[in-house]
């Protein structure tokens, strides 16, 4: 089932589907594609790709950030940016 | 014999041991300074080697080549335009396949390159074998298996260095293929760039242009605006045929050939205990021992580096202070005399009874934390708090500096993504109390009105910080923020690279602060001298006096205290004659001073790095603010307390 990445329980794997941002050109700085263009790139080029495993390791306590597994690194997540994530899980 | 001197250029991810190579190679002939107009940071170095003399740049550890950061905007434009002779592209052995993204990006610069395989003691430990012969065949490009913090490999790394530069050995860098009908368009787009004259080379300008980068674009709409339109054309036509966005589909598909790198060279065979390494992460993060960890190991450094500072400082003050009469002896005590000791040496003593005692060690460990892995254990336990005020668990470490002195505080704030970030988290450090200001509060109202006083200054201040970081959140616009932060293992920190880091920030902090200081201190020793402290501190009464409820003498500490703020303590000693406070100021005048010493001005060594990083016009705005805040947040607790 499609769930977001924030949504995982600790020590959960999903494959990403897609990352989530406003549509809609403006806004953001220099005519960027929306606001949060920027992050979706970084996540991308840190490797959450979309067909990419990812494992959810552990949650900070407090809606705190995600801690995952990608592509053999190890990466916090802040829960915004998390729950951007979606992902599709085998429940 | 003529020596041949050539550029060689660092990149790689961060995390990667780039700086202990850097280390490694250039030793004590480094320069630390900024990439020109921009806030990041530039180390530079030169070696010499058999006959050659190398400079070496190290760029910004970076994971991709976009306009996310100015980082990456520095790296690619450095490459593509200073043109080094060669790029050393350092991995991160048991991350093989994040870093071939990297690399294969690098790759497609065009640019002669070799690869530095580090850290392959680490990928060993944790099960990792790479066949390095393999990967040089595959990337078309010498691959040579380093250990920086060893030095293993690095004379090799250099060797090899050379002879690509000579051209002794032909390189032919792998080019990365995208599916066919990226291709195409890639294509098509590159042979619109190859009729105009561009800096980068015409097939990453196209993948540039297809993945929808802001400056590239820019940069070629002003030479051909046709070629711009006809790609977001080609990228449109890609996002149908895929439904993901251009750049995601580029992106997943280097990915796919890193991948596809990675699985060929590498053996894994997962060690069956968990490392030491990882319980301790287990431990640092973990949600209800993380934090007292955390706490402890917070307290514990400062109070060490206080014990430390207090001691060294004390020390070095009474001997650098047992040269006043040799200096008397030389140049009299006259004007001369004075404007010379107490105007120049008092502001070097003021600076150096500052910068070793407190602001060394406290570098120190900061790099000794951040080599360790640590500060990213912190910025994730404290991230969802920092969002409060408007930040992301990094800034958590500025801030946490700032406690100790807000001038590394204020330079820490380098470590935020954005330029919007880094003003917000310094405007929140500069009002951050520091152990100056922390002497005040301890030292007057502590002593004097009661400990529970004490705390509720730093109650306030912390409120205060808490709703200004709020609402500066809000009034300054751009994207909001997000943690996206790598943890890289947890490793036994390479001491002379964190020696060197120290030492190259202890003199760009002295380069940097003494000569505000000096000058400020020359400048106050005039005033004194033309005996205007007196009008001044009347001039200032109807503030100090009728706004605030304080004697006017206090006028004058306080300007006394932008040069340090823990002057404002001493000078009302010496100008009331004593320290016993309770004699001359009542507990809410104590408590009001405090007040306004705490919060009023960020102190000269922070109004120099807030103008080194941010402009003057930026340092004015936030100087003339809290000045006002103080004054008016003071005033309203007079009345209040006055109750």
């Known amino acids: 089932m499609e769930l977001r990445l924030s949504d995982l329980r600790d020590g959960e794997t999903g494959v990403v589907i897609s990352i989530g941002i406003s549509r809609g050109r403006g806004r953001g700085a220099a005519g960027r594609a929306g606001r949060g263009w920027g992050f979706r790139k970084r996540l991308e080029d840190m490797g959450l790709t979309p067909g990419t495993r990812v494992t959810v390791v552990r949650s900070a306590p407090l809606n705190g950030p995600v801690e995952v597994h990608v592509r053999d690194s190890r990466l916090a997540i802040g829960r915004g940016m998390a729950e951007r994530i979606l992902v599709e899980v085998k429940r | ?643």
């Open chain 2, 1 to 643: 014999m003529t020596k041949n001197r050539f550029t060689v250029a660092l990149a790689g991810n961060a995390n990667v041991g780039k700086s202990v190579i850097f280390n490694q190679l250039t030793g004590l002939h480094q320069h630390i300074g900024n990439w020109p107009g921009k806030t990041v940071e530039k180390a530079e170095g030169t070696l010499h080697f058999e006959d050659y003399s190398i400079d070496i740049v190290d760029l910004p550890g970076i994971y991709s080549l976009t306009t996310f950061s100015l980082e990456e905007l520095i790296s690619r434009e450095y490459i593509a335009v200073e043109r080094p002779d060669l790029v050393i592209n350092i991995v991160d052995a048991s991350l093989l396949e994040r870093n071939m993204f990297f690399t294969l990006q690098l790759l497609e610069l065009e640019t002669p390159m070799i690869l530095a395989l580090n850290q392959i003691d680490m990928a060993k430990k944790k099960g990792i074998r790479i066949d390095h012969e393999k990967l040089e065949r595959l990337l078309g490009i010498p691959v040579i298996p380093t250990v920086a913090v060893s030095g293993s490999g690095i004379y090799e790394l250099l060797s090899k260095a050379v002879e690509v530069i000579e051209k002794k050995v032909e390189i032919e860098p792998l080019k990365a293929k995208y599916g066919k009908e990226i291709e195409e368009r890639i294509e098509r787009i590159s042979s619109l760039l190859e009729k105009i004259q561009f800096k980068y080379p015409a097939r990453w300008a196209a993948i540039k242009l297809l993945e929808g980068d802001d400056e590239v674009k820019k940069e070629i709409a002003r030479i051909n605006p046709d070629i711009v339109s006809a790609a977001e054309k080609l990228e449109k036509e890609i996002e149908e045929i895929h439904e993901h966005s251009c750049s995601t589909v580029i992106a997943s598909e280097r990915y796919e050939v890193a991948g596809r790198i990675a699985q060929e060279v590498r053996e894994i065979t997962p060690p069956i205990r968990p490392s030491t390494a990882e319980r301790i992460h287990t431990l640092t993060t973990h949600k209800i021992y993380g934090y007292p960890v955390m706490v402890f190991s917070v307290l514990s450094i400062f109070y060490l580096i206080f014990t430390f500072g207090d001691y060294t400082s004390g020390l070095l003050g009474d001997s650098l202070f047992g040269l006043k009469p040799i200096f008397e002896g030389i140049f009299g005590t006259g004007v001369v005399g004075k404007l010379f000791w107490g105007g120049v040496m008092e502001g070097i003593i003021g600076g150096a009874t500052v910068a070793l005692p407190y602001i060394l060690p406290f570098y120190f460990i900061l790099y000794f934390l951040e080599d360790s892995g640590y500060l990213s254990r912190i910025a994730f336990l404290m991230d969802n708090f920092m969002h409060k005020i408007g930040l992301h668990g990094k800034a958590f470490i500025p801030i946490m500096l700032g406690f100790g002195c807000n001038v590394p505080g204020c330079l820490g704030c380098r470590i935020m993504e954005t330029t919007r970030e880094r003003l917000l988290a310094a405007f929140v450090v500069t009002l951050i109390p520091c152990a100056a200001t922390t002497v005040i509060i301890l030292g007057l109202v502590g002593a004097f009105v009661g400990i529970q006083w004490a705390l509720a200054l730093y109650m306030v201040d912390l409120l205060i910080i808490f709703f200004l970081g709020r609402l500066a959140f809000k009034a300054l616009p751009g994207e909001p923020t997000a943690l996206i932060m790598e943890m890289s293992d947890y490793r036994v920190p390479h001491l002379k690279t964190v020696l060197q880091q120290t030492w190259f920030k202890l003199i760009e902090f002295i380069t940097m602060a003494f000569p505000l200081i000096i000058v400020g201190s020359l400048v106050i020793k005039i005033v004194e001298i033309l005996n205007l402290l007196e009008p001044i501190a009347n001039f200032f009464s109807p503030v100090t006096v009728a706004w605030l409820g304080l004697p006017a003498i206090t006028g004058i500490t306080l300007i006394f205290g932008v040069l340090r703020k823990e002057l404002t303590l001493i000078m009302l000693a010496t100008l009331f004659g004593t320290t016993n406070f309770a004699q001359v100021m009542t507990p809410v005048q104590m408590i009001v001073f405090t007040l306004v010493a705490m919060l009023y001005i960020p102190c000269i060594a922070t109004i120099a790095v807030l103008v080194k990083e941010f402009g003057w016009k930026k340092t004015y705005f936030i100087t003339v603010f809290e000045i006002l805040l103080a004054l008016l947040l003071g005033g309203v607790a007079f009345r209040l307390l006055s109750l």
